[in-house]
């Protein structure tokens, strides 16, 4: 036991006395010399660290002696810090070391920290140098030369060399610079390949084989060459890192990966080593690292072209479609037509729903790939959802060309006949041709052919499908659904029996045989039988729609919706039920509930697309402006071609007087999706702002039928009316309010009345119209501007009835007002003129209203006020602002009064007549 504590005592004390030693040496006087003999000592020990700061101290101690310089220098370049080698070297030569010692090291430090001019200068015959030595530094030299494009000198310099008396390999790789220099790469590499088999080891010989090489086009020898150079010289950093690009290039990925881990170890954020580590781990298939890899180049600046397309590439193959959008678009317009990379980008792209950008992207494939016809549907089929009916046409043609499968004509056949083209069915009919067994394609056909009434058609493909596919139940519910269409009951059940005898179409059959039971007037049965199924399926969407369509019928349907609303409640998260119960509330007209059960519903590109239709119109009955303004915006930034997205739209900004958004609105839509009723919209909104000729176009390029339309009778009315042709806009106008007695269409008669010449009739349509329609403010109002001329009372009566029914209507208050003004009813007429102001304090005629009734009432000064709040604005009403200089005249402010009198000119002859007299009493010679 107290030997182990002895040890261990030991132990410390020798470590004791060790750092003691330590301490007292750092603190004692030590020579030059004893800091140039430990750097040696450290040297010997391969402990560089160590070295360096024992030759900096001998430096500290003897600034001037060049020894420790030197060899500090030395020990710079064997330890591959070229810089610092070059500052210490310079530094010993320029304080008298020997040149013959210095300069060969000198030279391999410039040579490898590629300082061509410094290399370009030295002296390669300085005293004391052998002639091998001479011979080395001389190449180096004639290196920087050919480097730095000064031939004259390098030739030169050759002749001088070759006077040398060596056998060196730099002798011989002086002598092969001939031959470069005279542009002979055969000759140059043959000499070359000599001198390696001279000193195969040789560093510079096997650079300078390997350049060779890569110049004469055989970057495999090259890699050779690389290869051995690397083995033998494992620390040139730079050279293994040519190694490495060379083998990438060369594809050699498995020789180039340990090569590139190791120099990812030194800088691993280093861009073209990330983009060597994500080629090598893409062609592996390890696309995540590869994409990682690549990610790291990219955001330390490498971006090339090749950078983003494995980028891409390998995002594309792990579906992250977003980063391989990204990538891609960066070089898509450097891609050559009908490249790889577009098709990536473009299904990149409708992944991600940018369908219009995806559809730019495949107008450069040309449709060679397999894959190319399902591109293309994709692209069609999601042009179409978002109603880009343009585009969507063009994929299909696209797609037309080159589709031959089984697959790709169903497809295909689908897509035109959701573009009403009828070569769908002739698709679909040679896709079931093509693959008779498909389920799919059969059960595609059969429904084209029963949407189109094609059911004799209908009923032999569905036969054709039975025989394929004998244990199949679905052909046999099709064949039951045909026969009850064409009132065979007793073959449609015959059909539904076998089928309940057979595999699948569970559900199908049970909607089959309601139906069936519904043609035959059944409905107490059909009844019975929805619901039997719905006690075992509460929640089957279609089951309980068609239980709700039957209850209907009877006035019963408050069980339907109660069992519904149970069900919502059991699970609040199931959309299509919650979308159900807005459907059955909609239709039972109990609009704020609909409302309020979608309220927390936003909508997304997953939404059903019934939410948005449901939510839509609930809104507009609900007549919640600023809700349903919010809704379609949304609705239209996820489908902007949406039909009724933009119908609801456009009804939300014909309400809000936004015209010139409508037709942008309108123009943008029927870019991509032509449409004769938004055509017809389109012509309606430039017939509101003015533009009659772009509404023209559309007009008569529209079918006869079409322009009897009611609502296109009123576009034309208004058409007449701005074309200055009141007399032909009659009997539009008329026929357009006949059909629709709204506020729009009562002025638009009137407007047509009044400006060809009748306005007695104009004033009668008014008061008819106003009387069997008194909540229309709009006809009201201009009523009772017309009754101020012909019947004051009914004037008053009429700014009345507005009042009610618009308690803050500005031009009702002001106008009311200035009446009672106007009769001398003061205490009326002021209260109704404070409550215009107070709406419109801005508002010059509401301010003089009620300016003239405190004058009236002799408060001048009141008055005057109210004048000056509004005189530093623009006042458009001459009589207003005559009013204003009158009452400056009445209380002597002349001096401002003149001011304002001189500032303005009058149009109307009895305002020139009163600012004629004013300024006759204030002295103003006349304008006259």
């Known amino acids: ?157 050759i002749a001088d060399l070759t006077t040398l008396d060596t056998s060196s390999v730099y002798k011989g790789l002086i002598d092969s610079y001939v031959f470069v220099l005279n542009n002979d790469a055969e000759a140059a590499i043959a000499a070359t390949e000599a001198l390696r088999e001279q000193a195969p080891t040789n560093k510079d010989v096997l650079q300078q084989l390997a350049k060779l090489y890569l110049q004469n086009g055989t970057p495999e020898k090259a890699a050779v ?88 590439f390998s995002a594309y193959q792990i579906q992250d479609f977003e980063s391989a959008q990204r990538h891609l678009t960066m070089i898509a317009s450097s891609l050559p037509d009908n490249h790889p990379g577009l098709r990536m980008l473009a299904d990149s792209m409708l992944q991600l729903g940018e369908n219009d950008n995806a559809l730019e992207i495949l107008e450069r494939v040309e449709g060679e790939a397999a894959s190319d016809a399902a591109l293309f549907s994709k692209a069609s089929y999601q042009l179409l959802i978002d109603g880009n009916v343009v585009g969507a046409k063009q994929m299909v043609e696209r797609s037309e060309e080159i589709s031959t499968s089984a697959e790709d004509l169903a497809r295909l056949g689908v897509l035109q006949l959701s573009l009403n083209d009828v070569a769908g069915l002739v698709n679909l009919e040679e896709a079931v041709n093509q693959a008779p067994e498909s389920a799919t394609t059969q059960s595609t056909l059969v429904r084209a052919y029963i949407a189109t009434n094609q059911l004799d058609k209908a009923k032999d493909a569905s036969s054709n499908w039975l025989e394929q596919s004998p244990n199949d139940a679905t052909p046999l519910v099709y064949l039951g659904a045909i026969a009850t269409a064409q009132g065979e009951f007793d073959k449609a059940a015959a059909y539904f029996d076998d089928a309940s005898t057979r595999e699948g179409a569970e559900n199908e059959l049970v909607y089959a045989r309601t139906q069936l039971l519904i043609a035959q007037d059944d409905n107490e049965s059909a009844t019975a039988f929805i619901r039997a199924f719905i006690d075992e399926n509460p929640n089957d969407i279609r089951a309980l729609t068609m239980w709700y369509a039957l209850a209907a019928q009877n006035d019963a349907v408050a069980p339907v919706v109660s069992h519904v609303e149970a069900q919502l409640d059991s699970a609040p998260d199931a959309i299509e039920m919650r979308l159900l119960l807005a459907r059955l509330y909609a239709f039972d007209n109990a609009i704020d509930k609909t409302v309020a059960l979608l309220a927390d519903v936003e909508g997304d590109k997953e939404t059903p697309m019934a939410f948005w239709n449901i939510k839509g119109q609930a809104l507009i009955a609900a007549n919640n402006v600023k809700n349903a303004e919010t809704f379609f915006d949304r609705w239209l930034s996820f489908y902007p071609q949406d039909k009724s997205a933009v119908l609801g739209k456009l009804l939300i900004l014909d309400s809000q007087k936004q015209f010139t958004q409508g037709v942008a609105l ?51 009315a208004r058409l007449h009316l701005i074309d200055n042709a009141p007399a032909e806009a009659v009997e539009h106008a008329e026929a357009a309010y006949d059909a629709t007695p709204n506020s729009d269409n009562a002025l638009l008669l009137v407007a047509a009345y009044e400006m060809s010449g009748k306005a007695e009739q104009a004033f009668k349509f008014l008061e008819k119209h106003v009387a069997e329609n008194s909540k229309d403010v709009s006809s009201s109002m201009l009523l009772a501007e017309r009754q ?4 004051r009372a009914a004037a008053l009566a009429t700014y009345e009835a507005i009042l009610t029914q618009t308690p803050d209507n500005f031009v009702a208050l002001n106008n009311l007002a200035y009446l009672a003004f106007e009769d001398n009813n003061l205490v009326q007429a002021e209260t109704l003129a404070k409550r215009a102001v107070a709406l419109r304090s801005d508002n010059a005629d509401a301010v003089d209203t009620l300016a003239q009734i405190y004058i009236a009432k002799g408060d001048n000064e009141a008055a005057l006020s109210l004048y000056e709040e509004i005189a530093t604005r623009d006042i458009p009403n001459e009589e207003v602002y005559l009013n204003h200089v009158e009452l400056l005249v009445e209380l002597d402010k002349t001096a401002l009064a003149k001011r304002r009198l001189q500032a303005r000119e009058f149009t109307r002859d009895d305002l020139k007549q009163k600012a004629a007299e004013l300024r006759k009493a204030l002295g103003i010679a006349s304008n006259g």
């Open 1 to 157: 036991m107290s030997k182990n504590n002895s040890n261990k005592i030991f132990k410390r004390s020798t470590v004791a006395v060790l750092l003691l030693t330590a301490l007292l040496s750092g603190c004692s006087e030590k020579s030059m010399e004893s800091h140039l003999a430990d750097a040696r000592n450290y040297v010997s020990e391969q402990q560089p660290d160590a070295a360096v700061v024992e030759y900096k101290n001998a430096i500290q101690k003897s600034p001037n002696a060049p020894e420790p310089r030197f060899e500090l220098g030395k020990l710079y370049l064997e330890t591959n810090n070229f810089v610092a080698a070059e500052k210490e070297l310079n530094k010993a030569l320029e304080l008298g070391y020997a040149a013959g010692e210095v300069i060969p090291l000198l030279s391999k430090a410039y040579q490898q920290s590629g300082a061509e001019n410094a290399l370009s200068e030295v002296d390669y015959r300085a005293q004391g140098m052998t002639a091998v030595e001479s011979a080395e530094v001389g190449f180096y030299k004639l290196q920087a030369l050919m480097q730095l494009d000064k031939r004259e000198e390098a030739e030169a310099l």
């Open 225 to 312: 060459v690389y290869g051995d150079y690397i083995k033998s010289y494992p620390n040139d950093t730079a050279s293994k890192f040519a190694y490495a690009a060379l083998l990438i290039e060369l594809r050699a990925l498995d020789t180039a990966e340990p090569i590139v881990e190791e120099l990812l170890a030194l800088n691993d954020t280093h861009p073209l080593l990330n983009t060597f580590k994500g080629i090598i781990e893409s062609a592996k298939g390890n696309y995540a690292e590869a994409l990682e890899r690549l990610e790291i180049a990219v955001q330390n600046g490498r971006s090339d072209q090749v950078v983003r397309l494995i980028a891409g």
């Open 788 to 791: 101020i001329r012909q019947d």
């Open 666 to 716: 309108t123009s943008r839509v029927l870019d991509k999706r032509p449409d004769a009723q938004i055509s017809l919209l389109k012509a309606y909104f430039h017939s509101r702002i003015g533009q009659s000729k772009p509404a023209w176009s559309i007009i008569n390029n529209s079918a006869d039928s079409v322009k009897e339309l009611p609502f296109v009778r009123g576009i034309i």
